[in-house]
Structure formats: C-alpha cells, structure tokens
C-alpha cells in the first residue's frame, strides 16, 4: 500500500519551508491572527432549486449550503489553483499498490449538528446515494463515478472504495464540492428528505430560508475543527441583478460576493471605496470556446476550422478584452498555472497561438484558398443570449474573422434555448462554454470525446484517437505520464484536427470588502466555500 | 343608366388644384414646429441613404488602441468599449432605426386600415368576430406583444419588423374602421353597390382612397413608436444583433458597464433616438392638424 498521508521525506522540504516562512513571516502572522466575531454577507446571485448538494449543480446552492457541509477530502483553502487535495472529514487515506482501492480514515469525535456522532455508515450512506442512487432519486454527477465497484465501511472510521480500474483523478473526485456528507439514519428513513432539510456536521448550522430573499446560518459551537468557525454566522442574500450586486458593496450592505463581478464594475468599486476594498483575481475555471458543427459544409474541412482559429489575435485580445469583460488569459484545455498546463512558450506552437498574427493569418487565407472557400464566405454566428462574457467575445470574434475575408452574421439566442439548438445540431458556428468545478483534467477534456460518447459534444465528430488519449490520461497514475497524455489531447483536439477551439479563459475577478479575510480565491467559484476560516477584521 | 362614382378629390377636399409646393409652404407657414420635425426627418432619411459615404470610419471596424476614448479631433462622439466609433455607429444606425420604422409603420397602417375598412364595410357578424379579434389584441400594452411575438420568432430584423408591426394592426383597424363606418353610409358607396360593383372593388376603389387622411396620421405617428420599440427591444437584447448597428443596441452591455467611466457611448444614441422620436411626432401631430379638417382652427 502506498500511504499518500505518511511519506516522511516527502515533507522534508516542506518543513524547512514552513519553518523559513516562520522566521519570517512569523511578526506579521502575529498582527493578522484571526478576530472571532461578526456576520458576513455575501450576495449570491441564484437561487437553489433544492438544499440537496447530490442533486443540484448550481453555485446559488454551493454558496449559501456549502458552510453546513463537510466532505471527505476537499481543495486547500489556500491554494490558489484550486487543485491540492488536503483532508476534511477523512483524516488520512492510503491507495493499494495496483491504484484500485482507496482507503480512507475518519476523524473521530465529529458530530452532526443534532449531536449524533459521524461514522463511516454516513459516508457510505452519503456515496450510495451519489454513486448508486435509488430510482427516482437525482444524483448529477454519478456518471463521474462510474469507476466505482463497490463502497465498504468495514468499521466505524474507515471506508473503502474499490475501484474497477486505476482512476487518477480519484482523490480530486472525493473532494467535489457537492458531495457533503449526510446522515445514514435520515437517507434510511427518506432518500429525499436533503431535498428540503438541511443536517451536516460543518462549521454553520442552518437558521433559515425566506426564498427569493435570504439564508441565515449560525456558528456551530461543536464544530471538530476546533477554534474555527471565526464568523458568528453568515446571511447570504438572494440578487440576480448585477447592478443591485454592486451596489450592495458599495454600501457595505454586502461584504462580498463569490462568483465575481466584471472588470467594470471592479473598478467602479475601487474607485468608489478605495482601501476599504480587497480584489482579488484568478483564471476561471471556464473558457470562452467556438463549437463548430462538421456536419455542415464547408466545416467539415479541417482546413476551414483551422483557418478559423489562426485568424484570432488571442494576444492582443488578452489585453484589450480584459478591460470589458471576464475573459483574460491564453490557454489551453487546462487553467494556467495549474499542474496540468501547457506552459506558454509551447502553447505558441499550437495553430492560431502564436504571436506572430500577420503570418497566421496569411496562413488562414493560404488555407481557405486550397479548400475552395470563395473569398467573403457568409456564414451565422449563433451566440448565446448572455451579456458576459459572450457578447464581447463574439462581437470581437466577428471581427476576427472579417480580417481574413469571412462575414460573420451574430444571431443571439436565449441562453435555455441556446443548449437545445447546440445539442440539436441547429448552428454552424456557436458559442460555447466548458466549465469545471474543479480544475481537473477528467473533467475538463470529457465534453470533447466523440458525441458517441459524450452527449455535450456539438461539434458532432468521431474521433477514436482522441477518446483513446482520454483514456490513457484518466488511467495514468504518474504525473508526468498523464501530462503527457494531456498535451496529446490537447494538440490533436486545438491543432492537429480543430475540432473546436478556445477563444480565452474566463478570468474570475472578487473585489470584496477589507474587512473579509482568510478567504482565498481559486480558478472555480464552487470550491471553498465552507467559510470556516473567514473572519471580518474590525 | 351607370352611375361615376365619386371620386376622393370631390369628397374629402384634401387635395386642391395648388402645387405640392405651394401645400409644403403653406404647411412650413402654418405648423413651424411640424416643418422642424419634417426637416429632421429627411435628413435622417437622407443620412440612412449617404450613411456609407458621410461616415468617417466603418461602423464594425475596431480599434483596440482606441477604446473608450474620449470625443475627440479624430473621434467627434468618442468610441466605445471596441474603439469603434459612436459616430459611425450613430449615422449607420439610422439607417436601422429608418428600415425597422418605415417596414413596421407601412405594415402596420396598411394592414389594419384594410382589416378596419372591410369590418366597417361587412359590418354585422363579420365586423363582430373582427372587432373581438382586435380587442384581444388591444388587451396588451404595444411593448408586452412586441416582446411576446419576438420571443417566438427570435432576434433579427425580419422578425423585429414582424413584432412590433404586428401589435400597430389593430390599433390601426380601429381608427380606420371608425372612419370607414361614416364613409360606408355615404350615398357614392350605396351608388356603388346599386351598380353591382364587386365588394373588393368597392372597398379597395371606394372606401380605401377616403381613410387616406387618418391613414398618413398613423403611419407618421407609427414611425416614431416604431423607432422607439426598435429601441427597446435591442436594448433588453430581443431586437437586432451585435455588432450590426443600431441606436437601441448601443445603449446597452459596455454603455451601461461603462455609464460613469465613458458617458458618450450612452448619451449621443440616446439623443438621436429622442431626436428621432420627437422629429417624428411633431411630423405626425403637425399632419393631423392640416389633414383633418375638423382639427383646422383657421
């Protein structure tokens, strides 16, 4: 068995570290030693159809539920990218030598907010319902855990998972957002009883819910993570409306609101507000992409879709684009300066990456000559009915194109009813947008497998390669070796074939209120929101 | 013996033996602030025609080096959140608002004048079952069933047009029919009739001709709401598209974002839709005056 938990010399350099950033830091760590107190307000700008984390995938859940929950393994609230995996309710875990059991241990002493005591029955409870739910019981992401042949409790404080094959996003899917951990005796009584109730062991206990206007939790004063919660309690208040958002900020009415705002209205608050407002900026885990329909002629010529790409100036964009609208970075099919990047010297080398933008577009020209694509080809542009950040990108897209002798026409259509046109193969060129809760290559590459497989791929292409490089980079246990797998992917699917194509990726801006501290942003607006380290400075 | 009709010359006395000069100068004589709104019609008919030979940069044209900048020497409005120039963007855009207005006001005048005319000439059940029909439709505000019938047929300027001319066919048909119901009575259309004219040639021939007054007053005042509803629509996004040019569409996204940091990029759409409007309405308010005689204070 390898204990990932227990490798001593692996924490060598992490101790001297640790003790470096104690000599030095250690006077200023003093000053900013967290103050117990005071109720934070955030404004979300959804609202949950359900309280059941299993069920639902949207943030305006996460967001106000997340602080009553806790999950086995979750993502290092201080990390930046959003993809180190640390212990929450698992205290420690070791994985079989052949990649196929998982075996994790429990902390003790963790108690639901009705006092009950959390055992391994509630996990297995809580990942039955996930993984192998009951009929007429919704559970969205069980596809994701399809790896999975059976979840033991062989005693009070461990769990077993056994899995049919090596998974090496396995960890990092024990730490999705969604998957609280809920008590056995209520799932034995009614499977659905989390629809409308909340009972977690987390950092808040649940005080209320008026719809459409707030949700109210308290301190748990029996919290096992003891010294924490900081915060008394929290109130998240309900507002679609971004303008209402940024207003409440300005006001101080709302301390922050997690999702992020544009960079407009960034500035508007720091303009407004001055050192009374912290922001705080990071890729996003979505990005802007153009979905191209092969079905349709001339689309179907990999020369087209290629020219496609190389007539976009994703340089120039990242600059200028990054003033109006929450898109930023050039990347690939992974979030930059995450583990599984392509690093920028060698995304240049992939078709419309480079910098050289005059060469590139000569190329697209070259290339819709050779494919008979008459000059000033007209073709629909079907956008979805979205401000942010969809306008600007294809109104900037558009333009793009008519640099290389291609007339885009922009048809918008209402985001719903967007998809169903999407999935029903009604576009030519589309919008489109892939966003992950966690950063994660699993998660991030699945959409583009072929659409026998992969029913958001609107692209409608078969592509056995590219599913067979999926594969590898999901069973590969070594880093270096999935990395590589990645790149593989990547290039066939942005260079090789265009199958589609990134335009930038999303950038996630939280300007906050001063005051929020022990809150670190992450690539995705899903991960850590337990807000068991928050505090408010006076 | 057959009996000649009457022809609308003889009835309604709109048209004299006078030049159409000597009408337009009496018209500017009488009504000075209709002759404005005129004026600031043709131009904005003038400009939507010259758009491409009067604007200085190309409206779809962007300019990354130039965004948000201020009005200037080489942007007289400014630019917006694309560099592209709000002045440009302005002069194409009536060219927008002047093809959704006319298309919109002609469709939907000529539409329910017919409707209206044929219900007040049928009259009885067929007018009854009209009538009702057209209530239904009245029961909505004009924005509510603009919104309604452009959320089932999409965005788009074909099916702008469709929306917002279909909630003008009723009101139209109404005041066409209250006209109608007068002219229906009158003895030149019983001649007609007696005669054995078809009921087509007898409404179309007859009837028609006789609404014109009321039918011009519609079709200015419905130039400037249909401008306006353009406007709207674009606005919350349900009209045309980005990035075609159309004054509505400017006000919206990066002018609102932007409403502190870059006002330009609100304030001179907002203006040439007033403008407009105001041009309009005035027009149109002006013509009811001179064409409907019992409105004449001289």
């Known amino acids: 068995m390898t204990d990932i938990g227990v490798a001593p010399w692996r924490s060598i350099p992490a101790i001297l570290l640790l003790l470096a950033g104690l000599v030095f830091i250690g006077p200023a760590a003093a000053q900013v030693k967290p103050r117990y107190g005071g109720e934070l307000i955030l404004a979300v700008p959804s609202e949950m159809p359900s309280y059941d984390g299993h069920r639902e995938g949207t943030f305006g859940m996460v967001h106000p539920l997340a602080p009553h929950y806790n999950t086995l393994l979750k993502t290092d609230p201080n990390d930046r990218t959003g993809t180190k995996i640390v212990s929450d309710l698992a205290e420690s875990w070791t994985i079989s030598s052949d990649g196929r059991v998982y075996t994790l241990k429990l902390r003790r002493g963790v108690k639901f907010h009705d006092g009950a005591e959390l055992s391994s029955r509630d996990v297995k409870a809580s990942y039955d319902k996930i993984v192998f739910p009951p009929p007429n019981v919704g559970s969205m992401r069980k596809g994701q855990y399809t790896n999975i042949e059976a979840i033991e409790a062989p005693d009070a404080s461990t769990i077993v998972f056994r899995l049919k094959w090596p998974q090496a996003s396995f960890l990092a899917s024990l730490a999705s957002p969604y998957n609280w951990i809920y008590k056995a005796d209520i799932l034995a009584k009614d499977v659905r009883w989390y629809e409308k109730n909340v009972m977690g062991t987390g950092p808040f206990t649940f005080v209320e819910h008026v719809k459409g206007s707030h949700w109210v939790g308290k301190k748990n004063p029996n919290y096992w993570d003891k010294g924490k919660p900081y915060l008394d309690g929290y109130r998240a208040i309900f507002m679609k409306d971004s303008a209402a958002q940024v207003a409440a900020v300005r006001a101080e009415r709302a301390h922050i609101q997690f999702r992020g705002f544009a960079p407009a209205e960034r500035d508007s608050l720091v303009a407004a507000l001055g050192k009374k407002i912290t922001v705080q900026e990071s890729p996003w885990d979505c990005a802007a992409w153009v979905a191209i329909n092969q079905e349709k002629k001339p689309f179907d010529d990999k020369r087209v879709r290629r020219a496609l790409t190389l007539a976009l100036d994703r340089h120039q964009a990242s600059r200028a684009l990054s003033k109006i609208a929450v898109v930023k970075e050039v990347a690939g099919v992974q979030v930059p300066g995450t583990p599984y990047a392509t690093p920028p010297d060698e995304l240049e080398k992939l078709a419309g990456y480079g910098r050289d933008i005059k060469k590139s577009r000569a190329e697209a020209r070259r290339l819709l000559r050779e494919a008979g694509v008459p000059d000033g080809f007209a073709f629909t542009f079907t956008n979805r009915g979205l401000p942010m950040p969809y306008e600007p990108v294809g109104i900037w897209l558009i333009d793009q194109w008519r640099q290389i002798g291609l007339n885009a026409t922009m048809v918008t259509i209402e985001a719903s009813q967007h998809v169903n046109e999407l999935r029903a193969g009604n576009f030519t060129v589309s919008s489109d947008a892939q966003c992950g809760y966690a950063v994660e290559p699993d998660l991030d590459l699945a959409k583009f497998q072929s659409k026998e497989i992969s029913h958001n791929n609107y692209g409608r292409y078969t592509d056995k390669v590219l599913d067979d490089l999926y594969q590898k980079q999901n069973r590969a246990t070594d880093p270096e070796e999935r990395k590589r797998y990645v790149r593989e992917f990547e290039r066939r699917l942005l260079d090789e074939e265009v199958h589609t194509f990134i335009t930038l990726q999303w950038h996630r801006i939280v300007p906050h209120s001063a005051k929020v501290r022990g809150w670190t942003i992450t690539p995705s607006h899903y991960l850590n929101q337990q807000l068991d380290a928050v505090w408010l400075a006076e | ?298």
């Open chain 2, 1 to 298: 013996m057959a009996i000649r009709p009457t022809s609308v010359t003889e009835v309604s006395g709109i048209v004299s033996d006078r030049s159409w000069l000597t009408e337009v100068g009496d018209f500017c004589r009488e009504r000075p602030l209709g002759a404005i709104g005129a004026a600031v019609v043709v131009v904005n008919i003038l400009v939507s025609f010259a758009a491409n030979l009067i604007a200085p940069y190309d409206p779809l044209a962007t300019d990354y080096g130039a965004m948000l900048a201020r009005p200037s020497g080489a942007h007289w409005l400014g630019t917006d959140a694309f560099g592209r120039d709000v002045l440009s963007r302005i002069i194409y855009g009536s060219r927008t608002a002047m093809l959704v207005g006319f298309a919109c006001a002609l469709i939907g005048a000529t539409v329910g004048t017919v409707i209206g005319v044929t219900s007040a000439y049928f009259a009885g059940r067929v007018d009854l079952l009209i009538q009702r029909v057209m209530d239904i439709f009245l029961a909505f505000p004009l924005i509510i069933l603009a919104l309604a019938v452009v959320s089932i047929l999409g965005t788009g300027i074909g099916n702008v047009i469709i929306a917002i001319a279909i909630p003008m066919i009723p009101r139209a048909a109404l005041v066409a029919r209250s006209s109608a119901l007068a002219i229906r009575e009158m003895p030149y259309v019983d001649a007609a009739r007696a005669a054995g004219y078809r009921h087509q040639r007898i409404i179309l021939r007859h009837m028609l001709p006789n609404v014109m007054a009321p039918y011009l007053i519609m079709l200015t005042a419905y130039l400037g709401q249909a401008i306006l509803l353009e406007a709207s629509l674009s606005f919350l996004g349900l009209g045309v598209s980005e990035p075609t040019a159309a004054w509505g569409l400017m006000l919206r996204g990066a002018a609102v974002q932007f409403a502190e940091a870059a006002p330009w990029m609100a304030i001179f759409p907002g203006l040439a839709i007033s403008l407009a409007v105001f041009a309009f309405n005035l027009f149109g308010d002006s013509l009811r005056d001179a064409l409907d005689p019992r409105l004449k204070t001289q």
